[in-house]
């Protein structure tokens, strides 16, 4: 998965503002404690960073996202 489309799935499911503050300051304990930004900084591949937050958000990503 691009980038593009993993931020352009994270704000469809959340809003783009509401998405922005998840991948600032939500910490997830699939990433291993880090947040979306910091995993994505550190160099973890884009689908593992999705699985993560559809993990972790599984009511409020629509199946076609997943």
Known sequence: ??????????????????????????VLSQLGGRTIEQALRSGEQTHVVWRAVVAAYPDRVPARLR
């Open 1 to 26: 998965m691009r980038l593009t489309d993993f931020w352009a799935r994270l704000e469809e499911a959340f809003g783009p503002d509401y998405a922005a503050s998840i991948a600032r300051d939500q």
